[in-house]
């Protein structure tokens, strides 16, 4: 790192992130979470995307300068764009939040930026050795995948998919998982009741739980007929969210006879209460991906069930912090839910230790440290 003078104060180091089109509200949340928590002694940032996201008001709060992109661009058009902002702010590091589309790529690399990062969630597959639908498109893929210095993936099972099919070396995938809001995902400051009020299940009920969307790989129906193997009547089910596979998994609990226990609120702004209300969490996603809904349940101390999929079978230690299903095993799933629901010290113990994992590994302040030292080796390398 380059030395200053006696009286001289190193510069911060400008840090740019690229949120594009593709990117989702988890990648909004963690470009917030980096903003507010690294230190503003050693880092400036500054945020390019789209003048209709979600977030900009709390960046701007936050004292963030938004630079907005235009809706609608060429590629030429895109590039040129995105060069002219990316020299404008005079960039140490882009770090890209989305599909990662050669424009950001080429635009970084004409613009001369030492380092070029991109975050991608763990459930996304790569475009890269895949091709895309246009030729010309899936050629810039390929070629400007080598101005990406590192990507960032939540989970170390991802790292075999990219480095085996998608052409990346290994050193330069690295894994930062997302961080949890310990305060916000707090079970000693929620008062429970208020889910279970709203949705009628009688306080006596045991109440079943899965947040997620509600989309193809969802592992919901799972959790459906997993309830139907359950003789106890007293035993809901609510699936919280939204999507396109909201209609078949409540014909699938209408076909089951399920229609009154299995409950449909959907999407969610106040999850922490309603994990708080819940006896057990299912995440049956067969497919995996990222496991940031997984870790906030965690956070909740409440006992957890999630596929043995790639990125979430590596978060749990299977009967210590929660239990580890194989996908589409509903026997096996039905089976844990029963034991769980009859063992209510052996769950809570359980959701005590869930709680303590995500506090010592996947807490936002853990998730800010392993991006800052990430930085710090992209800028070691260029010598900065």
């Not at 008001?57 to 936050?62: A, K, R, V």
């Not at 661009?73 to 404008?88: C, D, E, K, V």
């Not at 229609?259 to 006896?279: K, N, Q, S």
């Amino acid at each position: 790192m380059q030395q200053t003078g006696s009286g001289e104060r190193e510069k911060p180091r400008r840090i740019v992130y690229y949120v594009d089109e593709a990117a989702s509200r988890g990648a909004e949340r963690t470009v917030l979470q980096l903003a507010e928590g690294l230190p503003r002694s050693r880092y400036e940032v500054a945020v390019i995307c789209r003048p209709d996201r979600d977030f900009i008001d709390w960046l701007q709060d936050l004292g963030v300068e938004v630079i907005a992109t235009r809706r609608g661009w060429t590629m030429p058009a895109r590039i040129r764009g995105l060069l002219a902002q990316l020299s404008h702010v005079d960039a140490d590091i882009v770090h890209v939040f989305g599909s990662g589309d050669s424009s950001i790529r080429i635009a970084a690399a004409l613009a001369r930026v030492p380092a070029l990062i991109w975050s991608r969630s763990g459930g996304e597959e790569t475009t890269v050795g895949q091709g895309w639908r246009h030729v010309l498109a899936g050629l810039l893929d390929s070629a400007t995948l080598r101005f990406v210095d590192r990507l960032v993936v939540g989970g170390r099972s991802t790292t075999g998919r990219l480095t085996d099919r998608g052409g990346m070396k290994s050193n330069r995938v690295a894994v930062v998982p997302g961080g949890v809001d310990l305060k916000r995902f707090d079970p000693g400051r929620i008062s429970p009741g208020a889910w279970r009020q709203r949705l009628r299940v009688p306080r006596e009920a045991a109440l079943i739980a899965g947040v997620g969307p509600l989309e193809r790989g969802s592992g919901f129906q799972d959790l459906i007929q997993a309830r139907a193997q359950l003789a106890d009547p007293d035993v809901w089910v609510v699936i919280a969210g939204d999507g396109p596979e909201w209609e078949d998994l409540r014909a699938l609990a209408l076909g089951l006879d399920l229609a009154d226990r299995v409950l449909f609120p959907g999407a969610v702004v106040d999850t922490p209460e309603l994990l708080a209300d819940a006896d057990v969490l299912v995440f049956p996603a067969p497919l995996g991906g990222d496991p940031q809904g997984l870790l906030e349940a965690m956070a909740m101390a409440r006992p957890v069930i999630a596929s043995d999929s790639p990125g979430l079978g590596e978060v749990i230690t299977e009967g210590v912090d929660g239990r580890l299903a194989a996908a589409g095993d509903v026997e096996a799933l039905s089976s844990m839910i029963r034991q769980l629901l009859s063992d209510v010290g052996g769950a809570r113990r359980m959701g005590r230790k869930a709680r303590s994992k995500v506090e010592r590994e996947y807490s936002v302040e853990h998730m800010v440290r392993r991006t800052a030292l990430l930085y710090e080796d992209c800028l070691s390398e260029e010598g900065l």
